[in-house]
């Protein structure tokens, strides 16, 4: 048989197969009555199907980029909802084996409450090596990168942050919630990561079929089949391959995410501030979607048991105040997160009036019923806390034996929440809710292509000029609050008239540029000179950049906070922002706007990024030279070490 | 000014020396550097060989102690004050120029007019 031929066959049977699963999971979700996970999976398969044709008809990297982001998160959900809908059925089947065995024990088990769970501000450190930074090299290696993280049956992706050598961290800016999580919680944080010039063509086809193939249906859980996909290192699977296991895709000609990196979390990583994690790293230097992670996430993970944020029991106590034997006095009891909350009457509570008393319900408490006081009806509780020391023991009953009975059952819950959800339970962490995010512009429509990717609309040049103009002010604040940073004198668009400071920068002398790997050049006042326009013969070009402060010595320039956020800014689309054309800046002597329209990108191509869109950003800022951009443009040329630099001496 | 890679450098040069003026707590020169080994060499306007990292001249301050001394823009410098500057980094050589305790910097520069000179007189014999 012809190898083409072979490949349609196996395409068929492959096709075929498909069919059967999704018949055998429909089965399966019938017979467990559960249509919500059904709904979801169709759902899902709806998506991947989508992500699949919009993949096939766009043309331009980014939104390629994106689809294939789609199809991954896509097949990963899918695959989380059919294992659970795996687990599920065997759990069913458990039990119907535990009630015939008539095995079964009071089920009694105190189960601790769920909470939610939220995972925030995510770094990843980049160490690029020393050569990487001055190395002129003609291509900028660029990786896409997001990262999923899953908890239970949750999946959330990040947005796609582009990467290159000029970035010092990849920054997530997604806040994601997970609500349902139990104390033994897994949270796995995965890294993707696609290189940006890869060319997309289905070359691959016949070991991504062997590849479909071999792996086995087995009764593992999502993560670990998604585990068996990445055999080895570097080895790239199809988009579509990924849920090969149980619904195999023909392959997709397209860019493909690999594993880059992972970990897992769990409850003792939950804290209410930024901590370090190991990551473990998939791949070598060798592969195309490869880069220099320095080796740890950082990220802020917080958990909020329910037990910390709503009323776990409420009621009509009596309690004991004062030392005398017979001082009942009624009050409405709540019980939430650490305290006991004695409220005059119920409407207080709800009309948030300070409460009469509030005694802690914490880890150190001794909760016990007492004997039985010969007036009432039923036992007594007491509460007992150390206040520094000394220990206090509060008093309370409740109107039945009934009622006893269900506070005492809260305590002990409560009790045993604490003891299961610990850091958690010490003190309420804060968790954001993420504002509403636009929903991604997946829709495949019959026939339309999409000509701009719109990424996130509300990036747009207009907001970034205000980020970037809110940094200078914030900049300028701090300057006058402390000590300035030493490159902050860069941003003076008037430095004083004394001619030899060593932090000035040159004068600018404009000059029509004859060759077009330009010159990044800025203007500034400076005795004199700055008028004189220097007669030089047309062959030369001038070649202005301000020069180094001395006191500065040699410094990274990536360091900069700034320039991380413009890298993140550039990253989401707006590559023409950072060494295009820089307009002139006024400066002191005659401003000459638009005769000194020279210069282009830097001698080392390929910094900006893509096609259409960035042009434009380029033309606008070109005519609108704003003082925070234009500052921020001369800074990142000082420091640029393309730049040819120049000292005064 | 040739250079052929492998073999020393001959150049015609020119004494130069330059008197610091002081201003206030600084010294200075009157002038620009532009170059250096950790430089990209393209990028230089006034050198012949755009593979050359030598440290140039860049600009010269009108009146400034550099200018009466002679020096002028687009020079090669090729020593200061003994210390070489044909193969140092760019901040190496600023150091080399702006020490504190010296009040004078004697220069070696070398530019393509010199060479046009000497070889015109040379051809005269």
Same mark, same amino acid.
């Given at each position: ?122 770094? %990843? ?44 961290? %990849? ?19 995965? *890294? ?29 859980? !999502? ?36 594993? *880059? ?78 305290? *006991? ?25 001794? %909760? ?207 590559? !023409? ?73 | ?125």
């Amino acid at each position: 048989m012809m190898p083409i031929d072979r490949l349609a066959d196996m395409e068929e049977k492959l096709r075929i197969l498909e069919d059967l699963n999704m018949i055998y999971i429909r089965q399966i979700a019938l017979s467990l009555k559960d249509s919500d996970i059904q709904k979801k999976i169709d759902y899902e398969i709806r998506m991947r199907e989508g992500a699949c044709k919009l993949l096939a008809a766009c043309s331009q990297r980014d939104q390629a980029l994106e689809a294939s982001k789609s199809l991954l998160t896509c097949n990963a959900r899918i695959m989380a909802y059919m294992s659970e809908l795996q687990r599920m059925k065997e759990a069913q089947v458990m039990q119907r084996v535990a009630r015939r065995s008539s095995d079964a024990g009071p089920m009694d088990d105190r189960s601790p409450c769920k909470a939610k769970v939220a995972i925030s501000d995510l770094r %990843i450190p980049l160490m690029w090596k020393d050569t990487e930074y001055f190395k002129n090299k003609g291509e900028l290696h660029r990786c896409a990168v997001f990262c999923l993280l899953q908890l239970g049956g949750e999946i959330f992706d990040t947005d796609m942050v582009m990467v290159d050598r000029t970035l010092t961290d %990849i920054c997530f800016d997604n806040k994601i919630v997970f609500n349902e999580a139990s104390p033994g919680f897994e949270l796995r944080v995965e *890294l993707y990561s696609c290189c940006s010039e890869e060319d997309y063509s289905a070359g691959n086809t016949p070991r991504k079929l062997a590849s479909k193939l071999s792996t086995s249906l087995g009764r593992s859980s !999502g993560k670990k089949m998604r585990g068996t996909l990445e055999p080895g290192a570097c080895s790239p699977t199809s988009n579509g391959g990924g849920a090969a296991i149980l619904l195999p895709v023909p392959s997709v000609p397209g860019p493909k995410y690999h594993l *880059l990196a992972h970990t897992t979390l769990n409850l003792s990583h939950v804290q209410d501030s930024f901590r370090t994690h190991d990551l473990t790293i998939s791949g070598n230097e060798e592969c195309s979607f490869w880069l220099p992670l320095y080796g740890g996430v950082c990220c802020r993970l917080a958990a909020q048991p329910r037990c910390m944020t709503q009323q776990m029991m409420s009621g009509c106590l009596r309690v004991k105040l004062g030392g005398e034997p017979q001082g009942w006095t009624n009050v409405y009891g709540v019980l939430k997160g650490t305290n *006991l909350f004695c409220y005059h009457q119920k409407e207080d509570m709800e009309a948030n009036v300070e409460p009469v008393l509030t005694i802690g319900i914490n880890k150190e408490t001794r %909760i016990r019923a007492a004997e039985k006081d010969p007036h009432s009806k039923a036992q007594n509780i007491c509460i007992s806390n150390q206040y520094g020391g000394e220990e206090v023991t509060h008093t309370l009953a409740a109107d039945s034996r009934e009622d006893t009975q269900l506070w005492m059952e809260a305590f002990w819950q409560q009790f045993y929440d604490m003891s299961q959800w610990r850091q958690c339970c010490d003190d309420l962490m804060k968790i954001e809710l993420p504002s509403p995010r636009k929903p991604a512009i997946v829709t495949p429509k019959q026939g339309a292509l999409y000509h701009e990717m719109v990424i996130d609309t509300s990036d747009d040049i207009g907001t970034v000029t205000d980020i970037l103009a809110r940094r200078i002010e914030e900049f300028e604040l701090r300057a006058q609050l402390g000590s300035p940073p030493h490159w902050m004198s860069l941003f003076d668009e008037d430095p004083p008239r004394s001619p030899h400071n060593h932090q000035h920068l040159p004068p600018h002398s404009p000059s029509p540029c004859h060759r077009t790997p330009g010159l990044l050049s800025s203007n500034a006042s400076l005795t004199s000179d700055s008028d004189s326009p220097v007669s030089v013969s047309p062959c030369f070009r001038q070649a202005w950049s301000p020069d180094t402060s001395s006191s500065s010595g040699r410094f990274r320039p990536r360091t900069l906070s700034l320039d991380a956020k413009l890298s993140t800014l550039r990253g989401r689309g707006y590559g !023409g922002f950072r060494c295009n054309c820089q307009p002139p800046t006024a400066g002191s002597g005659s401003p000459r706007p638009t005769q000194t329209a020279l210069f282009c990108s830097s001698s080392t191509s390929s910094s900006s990024s893509s096609e259409g869109s960035n042009s434009q950003e380029s033309d606008l800022g070109f005519s609108r030279p704003s003082g925070a951009r234009r500052s921020l443009r001369n800074l990142r040329a000082k420091l640029d070490p393309r730049n040819w630099l120049q000292s005064q001496v | 000014m040739s250079f052929i890679p492998g073999h020393p450098v001959t150049a015609v040069v020119q004494r130069i020396e330059i008197h610091k003026l002081r201003d206030g707590d600084n010294l200075i020169l009157g002038f620009s550097i532009g170059g250096g080994i950790d430089q990209d060499p393209g990028q230089n306007p006034f050198s012949e060989d755009k593979t050359d990292k030598g440290i140039y001249v860049t600009r010269v301050s009108k009146g400034g102690p550099a200018e009466v001394a002679g020096l002028r823009m687009g020079d090669k410098i090729m020593q200061v004050n003994g210390w070489d500057m044909t193969m140092v980094t760019h901040d190496q050589a600023r150091k080399k120029l702006t020490k504190k305790n010296e009040d004078v910097v004697r220069l070696l520069v070398t530019r393509k007019s010199l060479e046009t000179v000497v070889r015109q007189s040379m051809m005269q014999h």
